[in-house]
């Protein structure tokens, strides 16, 4: 099951950016869903994420400016980020646990990863 991630690029200090990931194959159902970055010489962390009930976690570096949300009949979930900082600049990955048929065995799958640069 691939996770595309899409919607990166440049953007200047204050501008947004929407990053989406779409899960394709054999999919079931989708449990949690998330968005991940990480910067040249840090660890990956967690930006943002969104059960399947449809709530929410943002790291604090983020709130108030980063909007997760998905679409389930798309298997889609998307980043809105605004008020974009410097500091945001990293690769941003999407990950997510699926479930691929009626068995109760879930995985965990990682998008490719999509640049996002914001210039001061």
């Known amino acids: 099951v691939p996770l595309q991630a899409s919607g990166g690029g440049l953007v200047q200090a204050g501008g947004s950016l929407r990053l989406s990931c779409a899960a394709s194959g054999s999919i079931f159902s989708i449990n949690d869903m998330g968005w991940y970055r990480q910067a040249p010489g840090k660890q990956r962390e967690l930006v943002a994420a969104?059960?399947?009930?449809?709530?929410?976690n943002y790291a604090d570096s983020v709130k108030d400016r980063f909007t997760i949300s998905r679409d389930t009949a798309k298997n889609t979930v998307y980043l809105q980020m605004n008020s974009l900082k410097p500091e945001d600049t990293a690769v941003y990955y999407c990950?997510?646990?699926?479930?691929?048929?009626?068995?109760?065995?879930?995985?965990?799958?990682w998008g490719q990863g999509t640049q996002v640069t914001v210039s001061s």
């Open positions: 969104i059960t399947d009930g449809r709530s929410t």
């Open positions: 990950n997510a646990d699926i479930r691929p048929n009626r068995g109760y065995t879930w995985y965990n799958y």
